[in-house]
């Protein structure tokens, strides 16, 4: 599994693809993430701003990608209580009853 150092979090799904090089820029992560070919934690992922924390392994190109924080990355205490935050989002999302998909968008007719 690589691994992949980040310096601050929560750092967004699309800013994190672009800038570990693994798309050629945002429109192309963007474009990747809405077609679902991105994995977070096992699930299809998107959302292209999702927030994403040490621990987050990410499955992409047939790769996964474990998320991790740098030894020399500075988190601040209002940092520290936003990813606490998200956490506790996440938890009660797992938690809910899983619910039918979205009805695609069908395109508007004039």
Request: without cysteine; proline residues 4%.
């Amino acid at each position: 599994m690589n691994v992949i150092q980040i310096n601050q979090q929560p750092i967004e799904l699309y800013k994190l693809l672009k800038l570990e090089a693994l798309v050629y820029g945002g429109g192309e992560a963007k474009i990747v993430i809405s077609e679902g070919l991105i994995k977070l934690n096992g699930q299809i992922e998107t959302q292209k701003r999702k927030k994403i924390l040490s621990g987050d392994i990410l499955e992409f190109d047939g790769q996964s990608y474990q998320v991790e924080l740098a030894p020399d990355a500075d988190q601040s205490a209002e940092n520290k209580i936003e990813v606490e935050r998200i956490k506790q989002l996440r938890q009660i999302e797992s938690n809910k009853p899983k619910t039918a998909q979205k009805a695609k968008r069908r395109p508007i007719q004039f």
